[in-house]
């Protein structure tokens, strides 16, 4: 296991959502890593500081669902107005 793998995976293994085999691979890399067992302390120490460090990991995937939001209205408008204009448009 590399070190960037490890960071990915420590909030999850820090709440016990890891399978079982991953939870092994991150032990044994975490007894050959005093980089890693470090990161883990800081965590454990500081789960405030950690949980905003998460939270602002996140932020990017909230921007694309605010971008995608936004264009399900703009087609959801522009479908209105068309449908609008076929309903005026119409000659009984």
Same mark, same amino acid.
């Given at each position: 296991?590399?070190?960037?793998e490890?960071?990915?995976?420590?909030?999850?293994?820090?709440n016990?959502?890891l399978p079982?085999?991953?939870i092994?691979?991150?032990?044994?890399? +975490?007894? %050959?890593?005093e980089?890693?067992?470090?990161? /883990?302390?800081?965590? &454990?120490? *500081?789960? =405030?500081?950690?949980?905003?460090?998460?939270?602002?990991?996140?932020?990017?995937?909230?921007?694309?669902?605010?971008?995608?939001i936004?264009?399900? +209205?703009? %087609?959801?408008?522009?479908?209105?107005?068309? /449908?609008?204009?076929l &309903?005026? *448009?119409? =000659?009984?």
């Open positions: 296991m590399e070190c960037e490890f960071k990915e995976l420590a909030s999850s293994y820090v016990h959502q079982q085999e991953k092994q691979e991150i032990e044994e890399h +975490l007894c %050959i890593c980089s890693c067992r470090s990161y /883990l302390g800081e965590i &454990l120490d *500081s789960p =405030k500081e950690f949980a905003t460090e998460v939270l602002e990991e996140k932020k990017p995937s909230e921007e694309k669902n605010k971008i995608f936004y264009a399900i +209205l703009v %087609i959801a408008f522009l479908l209105s107005i068309f /449908l609008l204009y &309903l005026l *448009s119409y =000659k009984y």
